[in-house]
Structure formats: C-alpha cells, structure tokens
C-alpha cells in the first residue's frame, strides 16, 4: 500500500492440548507455517488490495505509488490476467453479495462496481470518498475507510451512505475488517494502531503494532495484518495481545517453514474462507502463500 500514500490492504504460537480445540492451528515464527511465493505466469505487478474469488482466484490492485492502472485476476493454476485495466490507483477492493468486486481508489471520488466479466461502472461517486478498503457484514453492508479524511462510512445495499466514524485515534485509517459481532477493526498505517469501533459507534484503540500497517483481515477468531516497514505479518487476538505470526524482519523473499521466512513490504492480505491459509501482496510484484496448517 502505502508508501504511495505517505511518501514523496485467515502470535505467540502455542496450541491447545484441549482435544475439543484440536483443529486450531500452532502459531508463531517458531511453527510449522509454510510460505510459498505463488508462480505466476503472465503479466502481473500487483502490489496492493487482494481479494479471493468464488473460484479461488485472487484478484490483486496495481497501486505502485499511484501510477497503477490495472487489477489483476491470477487464476488457481498461477495464470495472470488483465481483470479490469485503465483504472486510476485502485486500492482496496471486496466482492459484494452480487459478486461485483467494489474498488476503491487513491484520487478519484468514487468507488466503482466490476462485474464478473470486467465490466467497470461508477458505484457510488461521492466527494467524500478518495481512496481507502472495504469489509462487508452478512447482511451487505459495505465498511469503507478514507484514509485522506480518517473517516469510516457505512454504506447499505441501497447505496446510503452514513457517516460512522471520524477522527480521534483514527489516523492514516486504511485496512479494516469485521468480526462475528459486527465490531469493525480499523488499522492505522500511520501509528500502527489498531482500533475497534462498535457497532454503538463507539471507537478505542486496542492494540499498537511497532509498524506501519497495510491491511488487516478478521478469520479463525483474530485479526491479521501486515507490517508494510518492518516485513513481518502479525496477529491481533480481540483482547488486544499483538504477536509476530511470522518473518524475520529482514527484507528479502524467502520461503520456507517458521522462522526462516522473509517478507519483503508485505502489503494486501486475504484468508480463504477456511481460515487455513493465508494470501499477501508484497511491493516486489508477488504474492505469498500462508499455509497455517
């Protein structure tokens, strides 16, 4: 994401011997997580927002400093594709429940809607929106943060939109999610922050990564985020406990088990649906495999 913005988005790894929790993952820089960098082929720079399809496909923003035009769809088998070009800087994106993928961008007072088949339209033009990411409830209801303005809005299936939070801890707000009770979780890129917002409105900071962070997701019950300057992807328990999930902090690509793992400028983050494994962009054009268990 975000040295664009600010320069001239499924742990402390211990598992439980509790039978009934047999299924939860050992995490931390010291388990076996595996990460692979997925193979592309075919033209391919994203850098930015990630987002998975009904399919399995990743759909990835080319940001690069606001210079990007294109989002990317890479198929399971690794196939790279133009899934929507001659955009302006799009950023954070989400599918909707009519499977259009809702986009974000940093300049435009817009959002836009892509259909299935790469077809753009203006979702919603409003001058209160100009770059940011998306979640969305159960119900459709879509969360935008804009990180220009620290705002979060709130806009329905309907296309209203309602202002839900402003300013306060919010700063540089930019990756966002929700969680099984309707809390959203909004991350600040510029303080490392990470900032609950109920859903009475109410908004209290419960955690500080030592990092600026590029986005967060919320699966298997905590949140995960990435850290853009230090190169380590962290997870958030609920009560606010922040550990290292994984990464060295060296700046570099390399994969592997545990510990031995690098990140270089790790950026958009998305879970599969199972929560088991885990997808990141990073700045040097790739992508990242998570395999939790």
Request: aromatic share 8%.
């Amino acid at each position: 994401m975000l040295s664009m913005l600010l320069s001239p988005i499924v742990f402390t790894g211990c598992g439980s011997d509790d039978s009934s929790d047999e299924d939860e993952p050992i995490l931390g820089p010291e388990s076996n997580i595996i990460v692979e960098t997925i193979n592309i082929s075919g033209t391919y720079q994203g850098d930015d927002g990630i987002s998975i399809g009904e399919d399995g496909s990743l759909y990835v923003s080319h940001l690069a400093s606001a210079a990007g035009r294109t989002i990317y769809r890479v198929a399971p088998d690794g196939t790279s594709t133009a899934f929507a070009s001659n955009l302006t800087a799009p950023m954070g994106h989400v599918f909707n429940t009519d499977n259009s993928l809702i986009v974000a961008f940093n300049g435009p007072t817009l959002i836009s809607a892509i259909a299935p088949d790469g077809t753009v339209s203006t979702y919603i033009n409003d001058n209160r929106f100009q770059g940011g990411s998306f979640t969305i409830d159960n119900e459709g209801n879509l969360y935008h943060t804009v990180f220009k303005t620290n705002k979060i809005f709130k806009i329905t299936p309907d296309k209203e939109v309602t202002e839900i939070a402003s300013g306060g801890p919010l700063r540089v707000t930019f990756g966002i999610a929700i969680d099984d009770d309707d809390n959203l979780y909004a991350a600040n890129f510029s303080d490392g922050r990470i900032n609950k917002v109920t859903p009475a409105g109410d908004v209290s900071t419960i955690a500080t990564l030592p990092t600026s962070i590029g986005y967060i997701i919320y699966a298997n019950g905590r949140l995960y985020a990435t850290g853009f300057a230090d190169n380590k992807i962290y997870t958030i328990e609920l009560d606010g406990t922040v550990s290292v999930l994984i990464g060295t902090g060296v700046f570099g690509n390399d994969d592997g088990v545990g510990a031995t793992v690098s990140f270089a400028a790790p950026n958009g983050i998305a879970a599969s649906p199972d929560g088991k494994t885990l997808y990141v962009t990073q700045k040097n054009f790739s992508i990242r495999k998570l395999t939790l268990e």
